[in-house]
Structures are given as C-alpha cells and as structure tokens.
T-cell receptor, first 113, second 116 residues
C-alpha cells in the first residue's frame, strides 16, 4: 500500500516569503500525485495534480509542484505567499488504476500579513 | 446542488449508539468515496462506490461500519455501537470516473462526529 510523508506540520511565514512543502511517497509503480488545500472553514479542494508528462506542474493561485521520480517526491512551491494562502495543504497519491487516494498528514501554513 | 452535500454537519452521540451520516454527491458523478479524518491526520480512505456497488470497502475499520448507495446517488455511512475512537470528521467525495475524468475528487464539508 502506498504511504505519504509530509514534514514540518506547522509552517509560519510572512507575506512575500517563499514557500516549499515537502512530500514523499512510498510506492514503486506508476502513481498519480495531487496537492489538495483546505482554507479555513471550507472543504478540501484540488490545488494541482500530476498524471504524466512535464514533471513541473502549475496549479491555481501561483502554486507549482515538481515530480522527481528518483526521489519519490512531489514538493509544492510558491515564490511569494499572500495572507490568503493561510490553509492546510495535503499531498495525496494513488497508484495508477487504483481508486483509493492516500493522504499525508498535512501542513498547516499560516501567513502573517 | 452545485457541490457535495453532507448531513448532519455536526453529530454528538453517546457511546454505544447508532449513527447515520448522509452524502449527496454532485449530479452525474458515478464514483463516491468516504474518508475519515481524525485530529492532526490526513483523510483516511474508508470505502469507494462505483454506481450502486461498493467497489472497494477495504478501508472500513471493522464490521460496525457499513455504507450503502442503493440508487447510485445518495450514500449513507452507518456506524453501529459507536465508540469514542470513532470521533472524527467523516468526509464524502465524488468524481466522474468516466472518459472525461480528470482524477479530481470533489469533497463535501464533512460531518463531524463526536462520541461521548
């Protein structure tokens, strides 16, 4: 079964700072990779996803993620965060052809104005 | 409705009681998922429906948990003889799972269950 590791559960940073959240997964086969975000008081929603092709994926709100197959990683980045990026971010993976998503524990990100 | 709807949003019950949680997916989505999120954890897979049938129920923790989707739309998660450890947010999600599928799950806001 696949598992997902996210480190630095709590991240506090100032507006305009750069953000990078690490995500590592354990599964040797072909995978689909996702980042979901949960803003305060809202439901989980998709930020970006990788299925195949260019390993650098761009999502909504200026976020991007890079799939590095050799490192089993799918790190999320944003060059300059805003106060509105305060949220919890979850990395998720499913094995190709499998319907169950495995989520990491999440990163609680607080952006100080 | 426009999104996945879950009811109730909050449920407080006593240990040993029976609980039902309802999910109304996005119209036209054939796939429906239940996840459970405990405090400080990411969502944990429980069960997946494709149409009316449970295609994968391997995430249900024990036989006190059961879910149905009799008409291929609304689903109900049923928990018998609740225990304090069942306290969590129960999330429902739906997706297309057809040729137009983008792989994205659309989540509801969840049902927060507290077992006293």
């Amino acid at each position: 079964a696949q598992s997902v590791s996210q480190h630095n559960h709590h991240v506090i940073l100032s507006e305009a700072a750069s953000l990078e959240l690490g995500c590592n997964y354990s599964y040797g086969g072909t995978v689909n990779l996702f980042w979901y975000v949960q803003y305060p008081g809202q439901h989980l929603q998709l930020l970006l996803k990788y299925f195949s092709g260019d390993p650098l994926v761009k999502g909504i709100k200026g976020f991007e993620a890079e799939f590095i197959k050799s490192k089993f990683s799918f790190n999320l980045r944003k060059p300059s965060v805003q106060w509105s990026d305060t949220a919890e971010y979850f990395c998720a993976v499913n094995a190709y052809g499998n319907n169950r998503l495995a989520f990491g524990k999440g990163n609680q990100v607080v952006v100080i104005p | 409705g426009a999104g996945v709807s879950q009811t109730p949003s909050n449920k407080v019950t006593e240990k040993g009681k029976y609980v039902e949680l309802r999910c109304d997916p996005i119209s036209g989505h054939t796939a429906l998922y239940w996840y459970r999120q405990s405090l400080g954890q990411g969502p944990e897979f429980l069960i997946y429906f494709q149409g009316t049938g449970a295609a994968d129920d391997s995430g249900l923790p024990n036989d006190r948990f059961f879910a149905v989707r009799p008409e291929g739309s609304v689903s109900t998660l049923k928990i018998q003889r609740t225990e304090r450890g069942d306290s969590a947010v129960y999330l429902c999600a739906s997706s297309r799972r057809d040729s137009r599928d983008t792989g994205e799950l659309f989540f509801g806001e969840g049902s927060r269950l507290t077992v006293l």
